[in-house]
């Protein structure tokens, strides 16, 4: 029976954890972030990775930070035959690569050498890109850069989200994987590495980046919201008031007026003028202090107020 230290912590990483323990690797421990404080009534919660370990009396390791920690001794002295990480958010340090017998892999969700870093999926729907996969491939210090020993693609439709696509790429992860690594441990995959003049970074979102140029085209304000859905979620500023965009629509017209120019509304819709002549319905918001309304909900009461090719967003 092949052992395996698994790494990682959140959704995307569970099933991948699972379908190693139902195919027969001896997952000695478990490594993932300490419990979180989560809501607005700050419950502490542990990671659904630790859920699945406690759910099958496996041992768990939860370090602030891995390097040097007590946690990564253990692990170290457990000798796995494998480590195998998905999106577990640190880095691991050369010598805890090295306890694995055989090799240190890691579920990557992007094709690399596109989009190494840590929010590879929102990099992807926000540049507009049509398809996205899953790498696995060779640990190595440095981020993401190890050789890749198995690539799948899958496509990125219009309705597609972070949210979405975190379910499709874990779920295809966790099938390549387990194709993988028989292929590894029988010495049958020859790695391949990978290109250093294609790489690509996806840096993890920052709070400023959470706000929408409206000089972008309609349809690059349509990605960037699907790829802060469901977190962090894109924001304007509606009638002054930070508002968060949860869904929104390209429509199949162009205008002259500026970009966040009110274009259109009735009791049931609202369109605002956006870069490159485009124009964009807000379909779902929710306006700083309020719950997620629908925009006929939004616009009961306040439409009449409203008045077209004036500027009412930024």
């Not at 029976?1 to 698994?6: D, E, G, P, Q, Y």
């Not at 003028?273 to 925009?295: F, M, N, R, Y």
Request: hydrophobic content about 40%; overall charge negative.
């Amino acid at each position: 029976m092949t052992s395996v230290i698994f790494m990682g912590t959140p959704k995307f990483s569970a099933p991948i954890l699972s379908s190693l323990i139902d195919h027969g690797y001896d997952v000695l421990a478990v490594v993932t972030q300490p419990d979180r404080r989560v809501g607005r009534k700050h419950v502490l919660t542990a990671s659904p990775v630790k859920e699945v370990a406690v759910a099958h009396d496996i041992e768990v390791l939860q370090p602030q930070k891995i390097s040097g920690s007590p946690e990564m001794a253990r692990a170290i002295e457990l000798a796995p035959d494998l480590i195998v990480t998905a999106a577990f958010g640190q880095f691991l340090p050369t010598k805890l690569l090295k306890a694995a017998k055989v090799a240190a892999v890691n579920v990557h969700a992007s094709l690399l050498p596109k989009y190494r870093g840590g929010a590879p999926v929102h990099y992807a729907i926000m540049n507009g890109d049509k398809e996205t996969g899953v790498s696995i491939m060779f640990m190595e210090k440095k981020m993401d850069a190890g050789d890749v020993l198995a690539q799948r693609a899958i496509p990125i439709t219009d309705q597609d989200d972070v949210g979405t696509m975190f379910d499709k790429l874990s779920d295809l992860g966790r099938d390549l994987l387990l194709e993988t690594l028989p292929k590894l441990l029988a010495g049958e995959i020859t790695p391949v590495p990978q290109d250093e003049d294609l790489v690509t970074f996806s840096p993890t979102i920052k709070s400023d980046e959470e706000r929408i140029d409206l000089n972008l085209s309609a349809h690059l304000i349509d990605c960037k919201v699907r790829a802060l859905r469901p977190a962090p979620i894109a924001h304007i500023y509606l009638n002054g008031v930070r508002t968060k965009l949860w869904q929104v629509t390209v429509l199949d017209q162009t205008t002259d007026l500026q970009p966040g120019a009110l274009v259109s509304h009735d009791k049931h819709h609202l369109a605002i003028a956006t870069g490159e002549h485009g124009v964009l319905g807000l379909d779902e918001i929710q306006p700083a202090g309020k719950p997620k309304l629908s925009i006929t909900d939004f616009l009961n009461g306040t439409s009449d107020a409203l008045t077209i090719g004036e500027q009412v967003a930024e």
